[in-house]
């Protein structure tokens, strides 16, 4: 079992012993998606696995958040807003810009990227160095300008 999903399993049942309700929908939801991918492809995920399917269900919560404010429905935007923080208490600690171009530099020096058909090589390295401490979507375009100078 991965280390990150033990640590979600521990801090389900620390909600249940707290009887809090809102973190333990969280937990059990994360777990379900873990769960769901254990069964679907019969494998059980690393912490690599685990912390991208984090990403993904904290970005959809983001998506949600943000579509719930332009209907004008705050209430569930602040649930999907405290379901993010629950998530992010697992992710590891968010890169700097500054990091962030640095691996950036780091990846196009070390595949000797030379314009955009060199893309797919140059984010093939970042993303693992990336994932759960930046935002892909603002990476790639960081990196496409980079290229593109």
């Given at each position: 079992?991965?280390a ?37 492809e ?21 998506d949600?958040?943000?579509q ?63 994932q ?18």
């Open positions: 079992m991965s990150l999903k033990e640590q979600l399993t521990a801090a389900m049942k620390d909600a249940m012993r707290a009887k809090d309700k809102a973190r333990l929908g969280v937990f059990r939801m994360a777990l379900a998606a873990i769960k769901q991918i254990e069964v679907d019969r494998i059980e995920p690393d912490d690599e696995r685990v912390l991208a399917l984090l990403d993904k269900l904290i970005k959809q919560r983001k949600s958040a943000t719930y404010r332009d209907a004008d429905r705050a209430d569930l935007a602040e649930v999907e807003e405290a379901e993010i923080a629950v998530l992010q208490e697992f992710l590891p600690e968010p890169l700097t810009d500054a990091e962030i171009d640095a691996l950036i530099d780091d990846a196009v020096s070390s595949t000797g990227a030379s314009g955009m058909q060199d893309m797919g090589k140059v984010m093939g390295i970042l993303k693992p160095q990336l759960g401490r930046a935002d892909m979507g603002a990476a790639s375009g960081k990196v496409r300008a980079k290229l593109n100078s």
